[in-house]
């Protein structure tokens, strides 16, 4: 159930036709949104909300003020992200997903929080990568337990590929990172193996292998659930070169 007023809020599919179908890494989750996740919807997505249309392009310098920016791709309830937002506010981060009530929440704990360093996008983060970032636009990204497509026919759907990461290394500067982080022990591995063979990154663990858990990664719910399941965590952490 909708509880924004009709165009005041995050659009079901805002780049419409206007790019190819491919094979998404993601399935749109639009389930309940509360009275208090529409109500920020309603009165903060014209403010820090944005669109994923493929239609323009983005100036993250103006919309952050300067600072560096790290484009999230899945965030979940935001819990996490509102965390990391406010334990570095000099860092920008550009938060996308799909999840309606998850848009909302993180909404209201920017509200809640006083965090002017986040902004929440709608849509599919290929094309905002593709068509609204420029070259050399992020500091960062991170990818934290993202849908791990278990079943081998479905891996291809998996966001962790080469062709994605070349698409981020394009839009990271130079020594900027990406963050990837999962419980699903043999997506891990092809996390592992794919990041360790693409040209544009390096691990930033001398020795290789995973990266040991960070302390400014907060414990997410999708973490939470994994670890309850005895499933082990693992962080990689590779340097765009």
């Known amino acids: 159930m909708r509880r924004y007023a009709e165009g005041e809020g995050p659009s079901p599919d805002p780049a419409g036709s206007h790019f190819e179908r491919r094979i998404r890494s993601f399935q749109p989750r639009r389930s309940r949104v509360t009275l208090s996740q529409g109500d920020a919807l309603r009165r903060l997505w014209p403010k820090w909300g944005i669109e994923i249309d493929g239609k323009q392009r983005l100036d993250l310098a103006e919309m952050f003020e300067g600072r560096p920016v790290v484009l999230e791709i899945g965030f979940g309830m935001g819990e996490a992200t509102a965390q990391m937002a406010a334990d570095d506010p000099d860092t920008g981060i550009l938060a996308v997903d799909v999840h309606t009530p998850g848009q909302g929440n993180l909404l209201g704990l920017a509200e809640r929080n006083g965090l002017d360093n986040v902004r929440v996008a709608n849509g599919d983060a290929i094309i905002l990568l593709t068509e609204m970032l420029r070259p050399d636009a992020l500091d960062g990204v991170r990818v934290y337990f993202p849908d791990p497509w278990p079943k081998k026919r479905h891996h291809?759907?998996?966001?962790?590929?080469?062709?994605?990461?070349t698409l981020a290394a394009s839009r990271l500067k130079p020594g900027?990172?990406?963050?990837?982080?999962?419980?699903?022990?043999?997506?891990?591995?092809?996390?592992?193996?794919?990041?360790?063979?693409?040209?544009?990154?390096?691990?930033?663990?001398?020795?290789?292998?995973?990266?040991?858990?960070?302390?400014?990664?907060?414990?997410?719910?999708?973490?939470?659930?994994?670890?309850?399941?005895?499933?082990?965590?693992?962080?990689?952490?590779?340097?765009?070169?």
């Open 176 to 241: 900027g990172f990406i963050h990837c982080a999962t419980d699903w022990e043999e997506y891990a591995e092809q996390m592992l193996e794919v990041l360790e063979a693409h040209p544009d990154f390096t691990n930033s663990q001398p020795d290789g292998g995973y990266t040991p858990r960070p302390a400014f990664r907060p414990l997410t719910r999708f973490e939470g659930k994994g670890l309850d399941k005895d499933h082990v965590v693992h962080d990689l952490i590779f340097l765009r070169t």
């Open 156 to 165: 291809k759907r998996r966001i962790i590929q080469p062709e994605f990461l």
